[in-house]
């Protein structure tokens, strides 16, 4: 237990499907992250979160959609995905998103696009 | 940019030390970490080094040398359970605290 929670851990989606992944943390973070692992590839840094709101956008396709309601919940909404969009997608938060934080991952959604 | 390097895979013996050896190249230099990803698993917090030299926790042990772009995790008493992924992460020089992480080194330890 991370105290970073991903749901749902698997998930299938064909092209056109619209899908969600969420993440809940239960640190009392104010900082939270969407990470891409892919196989052979370095984790890759997508978006970041602060406070609610966004800080960063790694040059993201826009068929993916992250939304941070608050700073303990983190969504991020598939559209229109590819076959080459199947990955790891990985949820972290840390306390307050500036140096000096340890950065904190969730386990995880596979998602497999068909 | 950033760039950083770590072997691809080693194999260790249970009981012997291993060092899993980390190069990087960045604009600019805000910490080092290391972090343990078993399969199918969260990657979990090891190390940070922010200063030249040596940080111990218990079996584990990580290396800083700034001015060679250099660092190494050294794993001691290997268990079968230290057969992970062991990943090297830069943060972020402008001061946040966003990660670069290389591809991580997958370690297998034989009995």
């Known amino acids: 237990e991370t105290g970073v929670t991903q749901t749902p851990r698997h998930l299938v989606m064909g092209m056109t499907n619209k899908k969600s992944l969420k993440c809940e943390q239960h640190?009392?973070?104010?900082?939270m992250y969407w990470y891409k692992q892919s196989a052979k590839k370095p984790l890759e840094l997508m978006f970041v979160?602060?406070?609610?709101?966004?800080?960063e956008n790694n040059s993201v396709p826009s068929r993916f959609s992250p939304e941070c309601p608050n700073s303990s919940h983190l969504f991020l909404h598939l559209h229109t995905l590819q076959p080459e969009d199947s990955a790891l997608y990985l949820c972290?938060?840390?306390?307050?998103?500036?140096?000096?934080?340890?950065?904190?991952f969730g386990e995880g959604s596979w998602l497999t696009v068909v | 940019g950033q760039n950083i390097d770590q072997p691809t895979e080693m194999t260790a013996t249970e009981g012997a030390i291993v060092q899993i050896n980390c190069t990087y190249q960045t604009s600019g230099f805000n910490g080092l970490f290391w972090y343990q990803q078993h399969a199918g698993e969260a990657p979990t917090f090891l190390s940070y080094n922010v200063l030249d030299g040596l940080e111990e926790k218990g079996r584990f042990s990580s290396f800083l040398s700034r001015s060679k772009g250099y660092s190494y995790l050294l794993l001691k008493e290997l268990q079968m359970k230290d057969s992970a992924s062991y990943l090297c992460a830069v943060r972020d020089p402008r001061g946040y605290s966003t990660l670069t992480f290389g591809k991580g080194t997958m370690l297998l330890v034989s009995p």
């Open positions: 979160y602060n406070f609610k709101e966004q800080t």
């Open positions: 972290a938060s840390s306390p307050t998103g500036t140096g000096g934080d340890t950065i904190y």
């Open positions: 640190l009392g973070h104010n900082a």
